[in-house]
């Protein structure tokens, strides 16, 4: 895989000359290109303005009082509320996007610094972040899970999203070692009295850039795909309003904090402390408008990732206020 990439994207070859250079045939370097991308063994960057929608990222800047908004170039895609599959994949091609902007981002957060901490929550999109960062040596560089990292086995927990950042950085990585949800209001107490928790929470809480991303509470929210969220637990959240979550805590339309029982268990940095820091909300597909909207308007998001459809989405809804 790595030879095929190689001989394409540097060596200048065409598929049919990788195919009789490695001896294989046409369709298996097809495939062989197309693994290295999921993988993320080969990135893509575009570098030029032209690219990105200058009057939505502004509309969306001045709206919200961002620092900054980079949106990705849009794609077209309409809600596919009726066409599961086709919802899915024009997800993951937002995530893709996403996921390598949010990832040229970070890298010039990184390149030609001393010692940088770096807060992570967890989502697939902060999952193509990590697997498109590429080209940056930072062994100062801290990379620290926000919230509880022992879940099911899964790309997108901050464990494994924390572990890929450091693995492309050669930095650190470091993690909550405690579930993200516990059983009780107690057990949690318990979890967060520990004082492996307490020294990671603190590094968390001093981290100089913070990458979080946001969950829409609809039936293939991650958090209901991946058994941490109920389907009757779902509901009651829904019944009090909320509309979006991010670090294990919920929100409504207008960016309040939603009081459950089920964010009394969570483990994670306490949301409110990240206010006036330097956050930057990565989010891809038209599903998540309510959600981004939602946790725009608390108030502690400062920067803004975003693909070029949702974005468009959300700026017409903020034009009309």
Known sequence: MVR?????HVGGMTQEEVARRLGVHRTRVVRLLSDAREKGLVSVTINHETIRDLEVEDTLTSRYGLDFCIATPRMGFELATDEPNLAAAQDMISRRAVGAAAANFLKGKLTGRGAVTVGVSWGRT????????????????????????LTRNSASNPFEVVQALAARTG??????????IADTEADRAVFMSQRTVAEALALARSADVYMISVGELSDTAFL???GMLSASE??????KGAVADSLGRL??????????????RTLAVDFTE????????AAAGLQKM???HSLLRTGVVRGLIIDGDTAYAVASGARNQ
């Open 4 to 8: 095929a990439a190689w001989l394409y």
């Open 126 to 149: 902060l999952e193509q972040m990590a697997l498109h960062l590429s080209g940056v040596q930072n062994s100062r560089a801290c990379f620290v899970s926000l919230m509880g990292s």
């Open 171 to 180: 930095g650190e990585a470091h993690f909550l070692p405690v579930p993200f």
């Open 224 to 226: 209901r795909k991946h």
């Open 234 to 239: 779902l509901r009651s959240v829904r019944a």
């Open 251 to 264: 929100f409504n339309r207008n960016g309040a904090e939603v009081d459950h029982e089920l964010t009394r």
């Open 274 to 281: 990240l206010r006036g820091r330097d956050v930057v909300l």
């Open 290 to 292: 309510a959600a981004v």
